[in-house]
């Protein structure tokens, strides 16, 4: 255990199972046994838990992971700590993307044995994450494969049906990427404006999500614009 005055960091905790109620109490004292003998305490309101959510999932859909986000991305702590690196992500695709993002913004994560997740620059650790790179592609490669699948399905069983009622065959599309249409286009070109000046990063996610919504502005889905909207959008577009 180290000496001295500890550093603050945030913890992150994650269950997919609503039933495995003792999860919870598990991963906090694992945290807090490592964040301790690393010299690190968890802040007040630092521990952020998203509940019956799956590995799979990215982050637009965790509501705690997205808050924990907005506050690495503003604030000044830049450690946390999580009990293995599956409470960040199952899913290999997911999982390399949001530790790739965390490092971007020079985040920390150690998991309950102390591993650094991120910001480690030894061959070994690069070594792992171009391992989980190459299997987050393979499996891209397999998502873009089932859907291209279901939508010749999708084109085949509507044109059988087409055929029986003697109509026209209807075209089965992807979603469209946000800017398509055109009263998107000015918000896409707002947002541009707000992340990036002179070429330098301007302003935070967050901070892009509360200027949308107090000019009035509303997402694809009608509602109020959130971080994790803006971001995912802004590295669609080529915005770091």
């Known amino acids: 255990m180290k000496r001295g005055p500890k550093k603050p960091a945030f913890a992150y905790l994650r269950r997919s199972n609503s039933n495995d109620s ?3 109490a598990r991963q906090r004292a694992a945290i807090k046994k490592a964040a301790g003998n690393m010299g690190y305490y968890i802040v007040d309101d630092g521990f952020f838990f998203d509940a019956s959510i799956s590995g799979a999932k990215e982050l637009d859909q965790r509501p705690a992971l997205q808050k924990l986000f907005v506050l690495l991305e503003e ?3 830049k450690t946390v700590f999580t009990e293995a690196i599956d409470r960040i992500a199952r899913s ?3 999982g390399s993307v949001l530790i790739r993002d965390l ?3 020079d985040v920390t994560v150690y998991d309950s044995f102390g591993k650094n ?7 070994e650790n690069r070594l792992i994450t171009d391992i989980m790179l190459c299997l987050a592609s393979y499996e891209r490669e397999k998502i873009v494969a089932r859907m291209l699948h279901g939508r010749r399905e ?3 069983k509507l044109r059988e049906k087409a055929r029986k009622n003697n109509r026209i065959s209807t075209k089965v599309e992807g979603r469209k990427a946000y800017g398509f249409h055109p009263e998107e286009k000015e918000i896409l070109k707002r947002i541009k404006q707000l992340r990036t000046k002179g ?7 967050g901070s892009i999500a509360r200027a949308l919504n107090e000019a009035g502005h509303k997402n694809r889905s009608g509602n109020d614009w959130k971080m994790a909207n803006v971001r995912s959008i802004g590295l669609a577009n ?3």
Do not use: Q, Y
């Open 117 to 123: 997740l991120t910001t480690d620059e030894s061959a």
């Open 103 to 105: 490092a971007k913004m």
């Open 238 to 240: 080529g915005l770091c």
């Open 154 to 156: 999708a084109k085949r």
């Open 22 to 24: 003792a999860s919870e």
């Open 92 to 94: 290999t695709l997911c």
């Open 199 to 205: 070429g330098n990063k301007e302003r935070t996610w």
């Open 75 to 77: 604030g000044t702590i």
